[in-house]
C-alpha cells in the first residue's frame, strides 16, 4: 500500500491453482448444486402430491383472500 492513499491492498495468490485443483473444486459446487436442485425437486413433488409433512404451504390462506 502506498503511504497515503485510501486503497487497501489487493490480495494477490502466491502460486498458480493446478488444473487438479481447479476441477476439484468446480466439482464440489457441481454437486453442491446438484443436491440443492434434487432437494427443492423432492419439496415441490411433495407440496403438490399433498404429501408434504416437514414443510408449511399455506393453500387455503392464498385461496381465501383471493375471494
Do not use: C
Not at 502506498?2 to 481447479?22: C, I, N, Y
Not at 468446480?26 to 404429501?51: P, Y
Amino acid at each position: 500500500m502506498l503511504f497515503g492513499s485510501d486503497q487497501p491492498e489487493m490480495a494477490v495468490p502466491k502460486k498458480k491453482t493446478s488444473k487438479s485443483k481447479r476441477n476439484q473444486r468446480h466439482a464440489v459446487w457441481k454437486a453442491k448444486a446438484a443436491t440443492a436442485a434434487q432437494r427443492a425437486l423432492s419439496i415441490g413433488k411433495s407440496v403438490l402430491s399433498g404429501r408434504a409433512q416437514g414443510f408449511v404451504y399455506p393453500v387455503a390462506e392464498a385461496e381465501d383472500t383471493e375471494s
